[in-house]
T-cell receptor, first 112, second 113 residues
Framework: GQQLNQSPQSMFIQEGEDVSMNCTSS?????WLWYKQDPGEGPVLLIA?????ELTSNGRLTAQFGITRKDSFLNISASIPSDVGIYFC????????????FGKGTKLSVKP | DTAVSQTPKYLVTQMGNDKSIKCEQN?????MYWYKQDSKKFLKIMFS???????INETVPNRFSPKSPDKAHLNLHINSLELGDSAVYFC????????????FGSGTRLTVV
């Protein structure tokens, strides 16, 4: 119940295209996080979602917390070459410590 | 200023050696973490630690031990290194009660030969 299923595993798109990726879980929880990892760097938080149904934007990125509290999607509009990287969904493990459980990532490649 | 800094960036060592990776954060956070990223890019929590509580992921071998000299530092010691320990190790920090400022270091690539 603690695993996150993230899809697709990888995407190859043309610059300017829109991108959508999603995460699902068999259990409900209270937080969704979306991270991006550039090559040779650590993950960087893009968007945090705290309420079911919440829709949040960060520039060209939009993420939603599913109403069932078991899923979330991340959309990137009008992709550019610097969007290349691995995108991870994550959730809080629970308890007093902020341990995160990560999805397996979506590797995005953008062709100029 | 780097918020969460790890050293070294790269570490190549022989099987059986003992090594340490250092982590420092200047964000004033009260909790620090170590994550392991394997060759398939899967990120998994190893430890979380604040001044009150150490939580260890039960899958982590006891050859791995975190040591915190103070709130701003959480070092990772690894004894008797094995080939399977090769991975990228990330340190992170956060403040209890919020996930929004959760910050990762840039990673240490450990290669055991």
């Amino acid at each position: 119940g603690q695993q996150l299923n993230q899809s697709p595993q990888s995407m190859f798109i043309q610059e300017g295209e829109d991108v959508s990726m999603n995460c699902t879980s068999s259990s409900i929880f209270n937080t969704w996080l979306w991270y991006k990892q550039d090559p040779g760097e650590g993950p960087v938080l893009l968007i945090a979602l705290y309420k079911a149904g919440e829709l949040t934007s960060n520039g060209r990125l939009t993420a939603q917390f599913g109403i069932t509290r078991k899923d979330s999607f991340l959309n990137i509009s009008a992709s550019i070459p610097s969007d290349v990287g691995i995108y991870f969904c994550a959730r809080d493990y629970g308890g007093s410590q902020g341990n995160l459980i990560f999805g397996k990532g979506t590797k995005l490649s953008v062709k100029p | 200023d780097t918020a969460v800094s790890q050293t070294p960036k790269y570490l190549v060592t022989q099987m059986g050696n003992d090594k340490s990776i250092k982590c420092e954060q200047n964000l004033g956070h009260d909790t620090m973490y170590w994550y392991k990223q394997d060759s398939k890019k899967f990120l998994k929590i190893m430890f979380s630690y604040n001044n009150k509580e150490l939580i260890i992921n039960e899958t982590v071998p006891n050859r791995f031990s975190p040591k915190s000299p103070d709130k701003a530092h959480l070092n990772l010691h690894i004894n008797s290194l094995e080939l399977g320990d090769s991975a990228v190790y990330f340190c992170a920090s956060s403040q209890t009660g919020t996930l929004y400022g959760y910050t990762f270091g840039s990673g240490t690539r450990l290669t055991v030969v």
